[in-house]
């Protein structure tokens, strides 16, 4: 019963003290950054196809292209809320892959405006092209980091739900 | 020890065992994800398919060893998709059938886009030159590859659950078939 007792125990496991229906609403914001990151991915993949494909260029007020930005701020204003979630509630593995995923949006977007002032298309030159790959791959970055903070929040969630079953 | 308790405890530890190894090639298979990707950019930007290449099979996918650009991103798109066959054995093996089937998904989508992949160089040579179908072929292998993110990133979530189950259920006697009782941790 002793050996029971200390398995069971959530030693280890970073569970911070939003509570349970916090977390279930933390974790659902989560799943929300990512249809919105989904969103980002589509609409940058349309741009990079169907638009910036030759000599064509796009600018910063073109439609698709505020779609993708709407979009990348919204990510960037969950990211935030889950950081602060988890310094707050004393989840710092979540503040920190957030804070990651933060830093990565920012010189991404960084990346996407230099990208914009530099010409807008693929044949506008290598800055242009430097652009295009800091802001694809700090995007797939964030999309990580945010990824693995989302399983620290849904992890500490399953643990409380399945301590909550047993006690 | 109650044998009963003992036998939980090594099961437990069996399946906790597993899931370390599927977590292990899990994290591999994100690395070749990311490499993927920045190889992708690498052929995005600064490959194009040739004029000399003839528009049948081994012309394409003599392209594949041509710039190593694309090498690198059609060694990585495999590299990744071959991690989930190990998941696949270990999900097994734990019983993890949604993991299995996720795994399945993820391989089932790339393998959508190792056709597409080669048709956008099928579709871009000078005897061929139909920008629009070099397009949607495209735009077909980058969702299927992030269909397939998607569907392994899903998979995670089903083995931290198994995770927990078996660190807090396991040895507690909540699980069907134990004797053994729970006592809440002080």
């Known amino acids: 019963m002793e050996q029971a007792k200390l398995t069971a125990s959530p030693q280890g496991e970073e569970l911070g003290t939003l509570g349970l229906s916090g977390l279930r609403l933390t974790l659902r914001l989560c ?24 000599v064509n ?28 979630v988890g ?35 693929r044949q506008s030159g290598s800055v242009t092209l430097v652009g295009g790959w800091i802001m694809s ?27 909550g079953k047993v006690q | 020890m109650i044998p009963e308790l003992a036998e939980a405890i090594d099961e437990g ?17 994100f690395a070749f994800y990311w490499a993927t990707i920045a190889a992708g950019m690498f052929v995005n ?35 990744s998709t071959s991690m989930s066959i190990p998941v696949i054995v270990y999900a097994r093996r734990v019983k993890l059938t949604s993991v299995v089937l996720l795994h399945a998904g993820a391989i089932a989508s790339r393998t959508v886009g190792f056709i597409t992949g080669p048709l956008f160089v099928y579709y871009s040579t000078t005897a061929i030159s139909n920008g629009d179908l070099a397009n949607i072929s495209t735009f077909v292998m980058a969702s299927v590859f992030l269909m397939a ?14 995770d927990v189950r078996i660190k807090y259920l396991a040895t507690s006697g909540a699980l069907p078939g134990s004797s053994v009782t729970w006592s809440k941790p002080s």
């Open chain 2, 149 to 162: 993110v998607i569907l392994t990133f899903l998979s995670r979530i089903f083995i931290v659950r198994e």
């Open chain 2, 45 to 79: 930007y600064y490959y194009s398919v040739p004029a000399s290449v003839q528009a049948d099979f081994s012309g394409v996918f003599s392209q594949i060893f041509a710039a190593p650009s694309l090498f690198a991103h059609v060694t990585f798109a495999v590299l």
């Open chain 1, 87 to 121: 310094i707050l509630y004393g989840m710092r593995k979540v503040a920190l892959f957030s804070l990651g995923a933060l830093i990565s949006l920012v010189a991404a977007t960084i990346g996407g405006l230099l990208f914009l002032a530099t010409g807008g298309a």
């Open chain 1, 57 to 84: 260029t796009i600018g910063i007020a073109d439609p698709t292209n505020m779609i993708h930005m709407i979009g990348a701020t919204v990510n960037f204003a969950i990211s935030f809320i889950v950081m602060i």
């Open chain 1, 137 to 163: 791959l700090l995007f797939m970055l964030a999309l990580f980091l945010s990824y693995y903070a989302t399983l620290r929040i849904m992890r500490a969630t399953r643990v409380l739900e399945v301590l």
């Open chain 1, 31 to 54: 799943y929300l950054n990512f249809a919105v990151y989904l969103a980002v991915y589509v609409s940058g993949m349309y741009i990079n196809i169907y638009i910036t494909s030759g």
């Open chain 2, 13 to 29: 530890q069996r399946v906790a065992k597993t899931l370390h190894r599927i977590f292990t090639f899990l994290y591999l298979q």
